[in-house]
T-cell receptor, first 115, second 116 residues
Framework: NAGVTQTPKFQVLKTGQSMTLQCAQD?????MYWYRQDPGMGLRLIYY???????DKGEVPNGYNVSRLNKREFSLRLESAAPSQTSVYFC??????????????FGPGTRLTVL | AQSVTQLDSQVPVFEEAPVELRCNYS??????LFWYVQYPNQGLQLLLK??????LVKGINGFEAEFNKSQTSFHLRKPSVHISDTAEYFC??????????????FGRGTQLTVWP
């Protein structure tokens, strides 16, 4: 039982390049989330998927797209990377489609640098 | 949308001293409250959560938090800290109803540093 896994762990891009961050969970969770963490800003929600087949914007969606490939996998794509997207990206999942105080489980993060 | 304020960005303490990390939230509806811990170069893990019932919640590693509805606070405490408690701590709130059900709103974090 690996929990939430993310690939890659580290990535360096040049401005304008594209890439996809991968996330998978093996806990049969319904909901999945993408956050970015910047110093002094806490975690900010980029996109989330309350259940398979649905995605919604969070606080900071500009410059990103997501795909809920199946119940296990939720990917985040940067189409044209910008230096402002330099950050640590975390994927999380939770059991229920909202409600009942469901705990979110976090992956180890992807550290992305855009030059 | 919810907002969470962690009143101290950094808290330095000596080993075996007590510590309190403060968290206030803004909400006019019922909420769930969480504290997460992040050790260096790791993801977040849950310390404790308040859903309902007793306002004093106990978590892992000897931490506890008290929910105060009138003051909209959820402060985290530990009576005696260890060097291994050095980490960043995040308070988070979740609506328990409505269209944003299940989403977490995080504070900006408090860096706890424990000195020998």
């Amino acid at each position: 039982n690996a929990g939430v896994t993310q690939t890659p762990k580290f990535q360096v891009l040049k401005t304008g390049q594209s890439m996809t961050l991968q996330c998978a969970q093996d806990m049969n969770h319904n909901s999945m989330y993408w956050y970015r963490q910047d110093p002094g800003m806490g975690l900010r929600l980029i996109y989330y998927s309350a259940s398979e087949g649905t995605t919604d914007k969070g606080e900071v969606p500009n410059g990103y797209n997501v795909s809920r490939l199946n119940k296990r996998e939720f990917s985040l794509r940067l189409e044209s990377a910008a230096p402002s997207q330099t950050s640590v990206y975390f994927c999380a999942s939770s059991r229920l489609t909202g409600g009942l105080g469901n705990e979110q489980f976090f992956g180890p993060g992807t550290r992305l640098t855009v030059l | 949308a919810q907002s969470v304020t962690q009143l101290d960005s950094q808290v330095p303490v000596f080993e075996e001293a007590p510590v309190e990390l403060r968290c206030n939230y803004s909400s006019s509806v019922s909420v769930y409250l969480f504290w997460y811990v992040q050790y260096p170069n790791q993801g977040l893990q849950l310390l404790l959560k308040y859903l309902s019932g007793s306002t004093l919640v106990k978590g892992i590693n000897g931490f506890e938090a008290e929910f105060n509805k009138s003051q909209t606070s959820f402060h985290l405490r530990k009576p005696s800290v260890h060097i291994s408690d050095t980490a960043e701590y995040f308070c988070a709130v979740s609506d328990n109803r409505g269209s944003t059900l299940g989403r977490l709103y995080f504070g900006r974090g408090t860096q706890l540093t424990v000195w020998p």
